[in-house]
């Protein structure tokens, strides 16, 4: 058996293959939380894609905390502000009402745009900016909402960096009372969601997720391709943040996504090779 630090230059080494043969610019960082971490470019500023629906979850449920929001509070979805691109919301009957719950649960597990923008428009822009910079997250920032083409085309974007998304999803393991930033109830709920992650095409594609657990949020954008995650296996887990642009195919992206999975995976269970 190799030992830690074998494995974690196998790691290093078999990420920069990948990297090395990706017609890409790459930013990653792979953390275990205990001080062991990875990373090349990890706070270069990329458009955050969907990635920034981590941040909008998170200021979200420091307004449930705070008692001015309730998970089960109902509201409707104005036609008018139906957007398309991922979700199911836009396909279902107008006159639907949703929980806050059901919102946060639609953007991160299927993604949905409407729902993005209706929490948005719940909670403020403002609230996101705060948390943002209450947190440290000075790379990442929300300026428009989701399928806002004018705003695109008027230079406004979503970004975040690697780093940042690898710190944001570590706030859901920090239990110490002094220290942490959400009440154990509403991590556990958070990573509830994010473990009912339905879009499973990157960084889980190649694992065996009946032995293996993932909390994830991918992203992407023409010639952008991101996910962040929680990798787990018998305890030990990995905070992992892959973001890809200056793509011209896609698909070159998300295979490389997939491979880096490939080999966390290999590196948590400790049959990393060099191959």
């Known amino acids: 058996m190799m030992g830690i630090e074998t494995n974690l230059q196998l790691l290093k080494e078999r ?10 610019h790459v930013s990653f960082v792979i953390d275990d939380g205990n001080g062991q971490r990875l990373g090349k470019d990890a706070d270069v500023t990329k458009k955050a894609a969907s990635l920034i629906k981590i ?28 957007v398309s691109g991922a979700g199911v919301i836009q396909f279902m009957e107008s006159d639907t009402c949703f929980t806050l719950g ?4 639609l953007m991160i597990i299927v993604s949905d745009n409407t729902a993005t923008n209706q929490v948005i428009d719940i909670i403020g822009w403002n609230v996101v900016d705060d948390f943002c910079r209450e947190q440290g997250l ?33 706030l859901l393991y920090v239990e110490d009372a002094e220290r942490a930033v959400f009440s154990d109830k509403s991590r556990q ?25 993932i909390a994830n949020k991918t992203g992407e954008l023409p010639g952008v391709e991101h996910d962040c995650g929680i990798v787990t296996y ?23 996504i997939q491979e880096i999975g490939k080999v ?12």
């Open 234 to 256: 018998k305890g030990k887990k990995l905070f992992v943040a892959v973001l890809i642009d200056e793509l011209v195919d896609n698909s070159i992206g998300k295979r490389a």
């Open 15 to 24: 990420v920069q293959a990948v990297i090395d043969s990706t017609a890409g």
């Open 264 to 275: 966390v995976e290999e590196y948590l269970k400790g049959t990393i090779s060099f191959c």
């Open 102 to 105: 059901e919102l946060l649960t």
């Open 189 to 213: 709920k958070m990573l509830r969601i994010l473990g009912g992650q339905q879009l499973l095409d990157k960084l889980p594609f190649y694992m065996d997720l009946e032995s293996v657990g």
């Open 55 to 82: 941040p909008i979850m998170m200021a979200a449920f420091k307004q449930v905390e705070a008692g001015r929001l309730n998970l089960s509070d109902r509201y409707s979805i104005d036609t008018r502000k139906i």
């Open 138 to 170: 000075t790379n990442t920032k929300l300026e428009r909402k989701m399928m806002d083409f004018k705003a695109a085309e008027a230079g406004l974007e979503n970004r975040t960096s690697a780093h940042e998304m690898v710190e944001c999803l570590k």
